[in-house]
């Protein structure tokens, strides 16, 4: 009697679980067709509900570089676009435009000189180390600049030209260049950003030589100490440009490092390709006025002293500063009055 | 011409890796680049599904927009290729392609990755057909010997089609009639702009 008791509870407990079993199963697990087939794969993820969702599609793959398991990436195209449409136009008005702008510039203002004509008399300007470190950097940007151009321009400029084999030699030699440079000209930069930071903090002396256009675009000569307002600007523009393009440069030299994702790649190639272009534009400015724009204006990053009458009417503040100090040198080799 | 494309039917395929096996085999590919893998979406969950992927060879390829060398061409059968020796391995393939495809020998060492490598549809290189030098740089060239990519071919539930464009479509239009159900042609859209309507 227990026997058959027990028998029964063991029946009715098989059939109670065979219920939930079946009451807890997705109804729709085997959607039928309307010819009553059955649809092994309805409950599957479909690719436009997936897009819906996300932007990309990324799953399990078996393979050690996890970067292989996204399928499919359509961001691809939106980075084609940039690289192809955005930034060469970028790049062009901006290196056409600064080019532009200084060639009527110098048609109409010419070159300042220097208006008391020179003293004879010099003043250090940059020392043996901070000339080193500008032409350090100058020198690694200028291979920079052109080797990184030829990345966005070089295939529509220089490729027709040249062929296609000489091209691709130009353009590896161009990109080891790139790369090894980088590093003197982030130590450039750090040297930069060190060595002159206490001379470029903006100030009230900025604000008056602003608004008279300083000694370039206007015409009077607005006192400024070490660096006026303009050479402030060139300061901050290549500590900061320079560490944007230095820290994406070296997400870009060694992709996917640290688990950076392809958008992380795709972002750090765009803001390295805009902040590059624009760079270049602001260095023809700042070769312009460091060359043929200004009388006297070489020599201070070339033998590293100037004319005591340039000083004057560029940096008078810093001249008396530096008189103060007994620092204004007559020129060698002549006779000193006796008393 | 035949416009060359692939076909994933996904509700076919079940994961075995053949086609990634085949390709690798038969390009002698090196270890740790792979012109075709299979991508598992949310596995082991309801929902799992497996798509095999390579180079789709788009219309209008990215890459090739991209390449500051120029180095890829599309042959007349409409398959993207691309030649070594103008590579300079920068590595902007891999950011504009929608799918993976471009693959690189070595990562790291500043960003020298080496020649560029991936999915050539089974046929080879600018070089001379079926030559020795065809073979060490892009692997073995079907197509001219009129055979189509063995990913395709050796695919054991027939889940990867490759060939013609229409003519894959008519096959896969075909078994979506008789069976009742298919998920589309994955990628299409993407690669080609198009979609199969079924």
Known sequence: MTAFLARIRAAVGVLVLLAAVIAAAPSGAQQKNPDGSVNPTASAVREEQLFKEMDRITGRCTLPDQKACTLEQPAGRDWRYFSQVTLPWIGAIAILGMLAVLVLFYLFRGMVRIEAGRSGRTVVRFNAFERFVHWMTAACFIVLALSGLNITFGKDLLLPLIGPDAFTTWAQWAKYAHNYLSFPFTIGVVLILLMWIGGNIPNRTDVAWVKEGGGIVGHGHPPAKRFNAGQKLIYWIVVIGGAAVAITGYILMFPFWGGTSIVGMQTAAVIHGIVGVLFVAAMLGHIYIGTIGMEGAFEAMGTGTVDENWAKQHHSLWLEEEKAKGKVEAPAGRMQPAE | ?198
Request: hydrophobic share 35%; aromatic share 10%.
């Open chain 2, 1 to 198: 011409m035949a416009r060359m494309k692939f076909l994933c039917d996904a509700d076919r395929c079940i994961e075995c890796n053949a086609c990634v096996t085949a390709c690798k085999n038969e390009h002698e590919v090196p270890w740790g680049i792979n012109r075709r893998r299979v991508i598992t979406i949310n596995d082991g969950k309801p929902g799992e599904r497996s798509v095999s992927m390579a180079c789709m060879h788009c219309t209008d390829a990215p890459c090739a927009a991209v390449c500051p060398t120029n180095c890829f061409y599309t042959t007349a059968d409409a398959v993207v290729l691309h030649s070594k020796d103008l590579c300079i391995g920068c590595g902007y393939c891999f950011y504009a392609c929608p799918f993976g495809a471009p693959q690189y020998p070595r990562v790291g060492n500043f960003g020298s990755r080496g020649k560029m490598d991936k999915c050539t549809f089974c046929a080879g290189g600018p070089e001379a057909d079926n030559t020795q030098a065809e073979f060490v740089k892009y692997g073995t060239n079907r197509l001219a010997e009129g055979k189509l990519p063995l990913c395709a071919e050796m695919c054991s539930t027939k889940s990867l089609l490759a060939g013609d464009g229409e003519i894959i479509a008519q096959i896969y239009k075909e078994r979506v009639v008789k069976r009742g159900y298919g998920s589309g042609a994955w990628g299409w859209r993407t690669a080609y702009r198009e979609t199969i309507a079924t």
